[in-house]
């Protein structure tokens, strides 16, 4: 498997310098200050790839291209920002890089409920509260009929929490949920988001009476339309599952188990309409098997993230280490290389440890527990072919 990195451009305190340093061999990027629904031009492109180039690296994967709030939704610019988004996929594969992640999650991207969860060791990873959530819902956004996606005792513990819960940490819960995260992998949320729960409530709203169903039927339409443009152009779709991978806020999610990944590849059954395997979403869903998906979707999966979760009974979920948890990246490190090898995979969501406690990276993409965990997984990765 090729070492692949996520790299947020030049503003990214993270050299190319540092990367090369420690193994990296591709780089994982985009075109950060595009505009979602712009087209992204042959000159920025090529603009980007020299400069990688010029450290001895090469530009393997991006991540993301992302798909426009408008064409999930089916709104009336649909077709144009379609259009705008064959253009950047021609041009992208015209300039070699044949590898493309894209998402369909509707409104919000991966979701977290603390950024700074410290474990017994001193480090910090990112953990997701399921009755902190649904305070969130209930009680932040006043979703209405929000208590009924809960139990009866989820509320209950939901309605203790809103006694104790301080405006402190009300306010830490928008920028976790919606702010911090979202700002750097969203663009809805980028800049100097003032209002940020209206903002999100009025996103909310454009998916009303959009079920899980028409969901899918918009994503079939964008396939339809983008797919045969990647298979001229040599280039691999990816999707990525829904991060956890069940419905939240009352939006469907289509890309969280095995039955939606099927209907994905069978909507458009051609090699370029493939997969991004993210062990780490998936196994953030106790009903899937991590390892007998990738079994199943190894040979139509064209990039894979190595990062692995533990979950509680209760929904709640946890990085967990990279050689631990449900992920079992060791078992899918021998499928992948025995059914498709060669393929780009990154670690990703390190723990946060040492002084990059004191930086403000990313959440999940601070340098050092990315490199503890890619020294853990390289280690696997020789064990594997040498075996």
Known sequence: MEKTWRWFGRKDRITLDMLR????????????????????????????????????????????????????????????LIENYKVSLANLGKAGIKTVVYNFMPVIDWIRTDLNYKLPNGTYT??????????????????????????????????????????????????????????????????NVSKPVELFNDLLALYRGIDKQQLRENLKYFLNEVVPVAQQYGVNLCIHPDDPPFPVLGLPRIVGNTEDIEWILKAVDIPNNGFTFCAGSLSSGLHNDVP???????????????????????????????????????????????????????????????????????????????MYALAEVSGIMAAVRNS
């Open 21 to 80: 340093q420690i193994g990296v061999e591709g780089i994982v990027t985009s075109l950060h200050d595009v505009p979602n629904g712009e087209i992204w031009t042959s000159e920025a492109i090529e603009e980007v790839k020299s400069y990688i180039e010029s450290f001895g690296l090469r530009w393997s994967v991006v991540e993301s291209l992302p798909v426009s709030e408008s064409i999930k939704y089916g709104g009336p610019d649909r077709d144009r």
């Open 126 to 191: 990112l953990f997701f509260d399921k009755i902190r959530f649904a305070y969130f819902d209930c009680y932040i956004l006043n979703r209405p009929d929000a208590e009924n996606d809960y139990s009866a005792e989820e509320m209950e513990q939901v309605n203790e929490l809103k006694k104790t819960i301080t405006d402190e940490e009300r306010n830490e819960l928008v920028n976790t949920i919606i702010v911090k995260t979202q700002g750097f992998v969203n663009e809805n949320f980028k800049g």
């Open 292 to 370: 007998a998906m990738a079994q199943k979707f190894a040979r139509r999966t064209h990039f894979v993230h190595l990062r692995s979760t533990d979950v509680a009974e209760n929904g709640n979920f946890i990085e967990a280490s990279h050689l631990e948890g449900r992920g079992h990246l060791v078992e899918l490190v021998r499928i992948f290389e025995r059914e498709h090898p060669g393929l780009p995979m990154r670690v990703d969501h390190g723990k946060l440890m040492l002084d990059d406690v004191e930086k403000s990276d990313n959440p999940g993409y601070s340098f050092y527990g990315r």
